[in-house]
């Protein structure tokens, strides 16, 4: 099913994001993450894309498993990152006859030892080229990501909406946003994004903080900020697992009821490839036009 269609008849999306796991040896477990996360009935489950060779192919293989074995709907990342055209439409072919309807589709990264994106030869340079491009080639759903604090290459926020916007008139169906530990940063982008004329549905992307230096590392690839409170206060449980967990759950919880307050347009989950906090988080929460069918013990 393509997702669009579901912010179409106004429905609240509730979704989680997984990662491939680093070790192969590791995908089981995964697969069984993605099952638990399956019985909270999200709309869609999101895919990385990384950006080595056989991780690639994993993320291929766990969104098609995803679709088509654990009958979950899937939202499959794609990046620019080393890939001629020919590379993305090879992915596009088999995306298709896997089944997979629904693209997020993005720029990526820098690979690891290059401080700067350099577009592949025949390939692209931003992600905007890329929605063109799969839109040309086939019937997908395509989402991208957007920055309540601004993408860390972006000269200021405003040149940054304006990219955004690029995005969306190439043809993006949704945005899914950064990580962010602060609601108004995402309610002024939303605010922002209104008037830039940009009319699609804008996804919150929640990141429980489970783990100080985890939070951190992300944080450090980007231009999201913590709260000095919350860093104080990250920083004292360092070490200590189970309070900072605790602590992470109930400021999950707390940020997402306010979102929700906020009448936003569904809500996506980073899970970091665990299920048991995002249980306890949804746990404690109402979502629009949603029943729980699992409650974590
Ligand atoms: C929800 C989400 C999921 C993600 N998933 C993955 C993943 O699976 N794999 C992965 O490797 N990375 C992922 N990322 C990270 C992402 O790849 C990086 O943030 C990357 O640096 C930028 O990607 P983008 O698609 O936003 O790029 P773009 O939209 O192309 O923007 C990149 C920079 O270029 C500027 N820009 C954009 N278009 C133009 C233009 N036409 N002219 C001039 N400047 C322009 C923008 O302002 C920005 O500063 C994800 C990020 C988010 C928010």
Known sequence: MRIGR????NKFTLSFEVFPPVR????????????????????????????????????????????????QEVL????????????????LTEMEIAGIENILALRGDPPQGQDRFERTAGGFG????????????????????????GHIEAENIETDLVNLKRKVDA???????????????????????????I????????FPVLNYRQVMRCISLSRATMPAKLEEKMMRLEGKTEETEKFGIEYAIHQITDLLRNEV?????????????????????????KTRTFKPE
């Not at 995908?27 to 950006?51: H, M, N, W």
């Not at 931003?126 to 604090?149: Q, R, T, W």
């Not at 009319?199 to 929640?206: F, N, S, T, Y």
């Open 265 to 289: 347009d569904g809500l996506h989950i980073y899970s970091m490839n665990r299920s048991a906090p995002v249980l306890a988080i949804l746990n404690e929460i109402t979502l629009p036009g």
């Open 6 to 9: 579901l912010w179409r008849q």
């Open 199 to 206: 009319k699609v549905p804008l996804i919150p992307g929640v």
């Open 24 to 71: 192969e040896g590791n995908v089981e477990a995964l697969y069984k993450t993605i099952s638990e996360l399956s019985q909270l009935r999200p709309d869609f489950i999101s895919v990385t894309y990384g950006a080595g060779g056989s991780t690639r192919d994993m993320s291929m293989e766990i969104a098609a498993k995803v679709k088509n074995e654990i009958s």
């Open 76 to 91: 499959a990342h794609l990046t620019c990152v080393q890939s001629a055209k020919e590379d993305i439409a090879a992915i």
């Open 126 to 149: 931003f992600a905007c080229e890329l929605v063109e491009f799969i839109k040309s080639e086939g019937d997908f759903c395509i989402g991208v990501a957007g920055y309540p604090e």
């Open 171 to 197: 043809g993006a169906d949704f945005i899914i946003t950064q990580m962010f530990f602060e609601n108004d940063h995402f309610y002024r982008f939303r605010d922002r994004a209104i008037r830039q004329g």
